[in-house]
């Protein structure tokens, strides 16, 4: 099992000390699940962190390519340092800028949004047109730890309020887009698997 490798046990450990928050277990396997499922092969993802599920995305399958954007320098560097403990660096490309400042030409099989909550909307817009006829577009975080299902007064903080409401709105967006087909899976933290029509 690939999740027993002593560096993924690392990577894990060190993501939990540094509170860096990566994908869940069950989250995981339902990725890379529709990875192979699906044969995607050419991945982009928005939000490497220190590159645990785009290294995931890669050990699942020996077809899979991922370019991946990091904005935080510290993280991309210890992403960078990951990739290469694992001879991964041929098959993952490491962008290290704000993904609303990246133009990619490149089309791909499977868009995976994991970076900042409350920007989904642009990121969905800004790389739909990298898409592949066939692609999905998969989102994390749409439970957001299960506040999203929660009353506004129950949620105490204003800044905490403020973003669920933007991910109430992403939800909104995705079953209002009529080029996508949206299914919404209550794995990990909430996942959407938006599919052109
Ligand atoms: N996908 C990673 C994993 O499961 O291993 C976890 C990604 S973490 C939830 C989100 C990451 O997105 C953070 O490291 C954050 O710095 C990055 N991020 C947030 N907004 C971003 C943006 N606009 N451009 C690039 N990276 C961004």
Do not use: W
């Not at 540094?18 to 396997?29: E, L, S, T």
């Not at 499922?37 to 050419?42: D, E, F, H, L, V």
């Not at 994390?140 to 949620?155: A, C, M, Q, R, T």
């Amino acid at each position: 099992m690939v999740e027993n490798y002593p560096v993924i046990k690392r990577i894990k450990e060190y993501a939990k000390e540094n509170k860096i928050p990566i994908m869940m277990d069950d989250g995981i396997d339902f990725l890379t699940t529709f990875i192979i499922k699906n044969q995607a092969k050419n991945i982009l993802e928005i939000g490497t962190a220190i590159g645990y599920s785009a290294i995931m995305m890669c050990l699942c399958s020996p077809n899979v390519v991922v370019t991946t954007i990091e904005r935080d320098e510290k993280r991309y560097l210890e992403a960078l340092k990951n990739i290469k403990e694992l001879h991964l660096e041929d098959r993952i490309t490491l962008i290290y800028n704000d993904a609303l400042n990246v133009k990619l030409s490149e089309k791909y099989d499977l868009i995976f949004i994991d970076a900042a909550k409350a920007q989904s909307i642009k990121f969905f817009e800004l790389f739909e047109r990298n898409l592949n006829p066939e692609g999905t577009i998969i989102t994390d975080n749409l439970s957001f730890h299960g506040l999203v299902d929660k009353k506004d007064e129950e949620i105490k903080s204003r800044n905490v309020r403020a973003l669920v409401r933007k991910i109430r709105d992403y939800i909104d967006y995705l079953k209002n887009n009529s080029k996508y087909e949206t299914e919404f899976f209550d794995i990990g933290d909430g996942i959407s698997v938006s599919t052109k029509k």
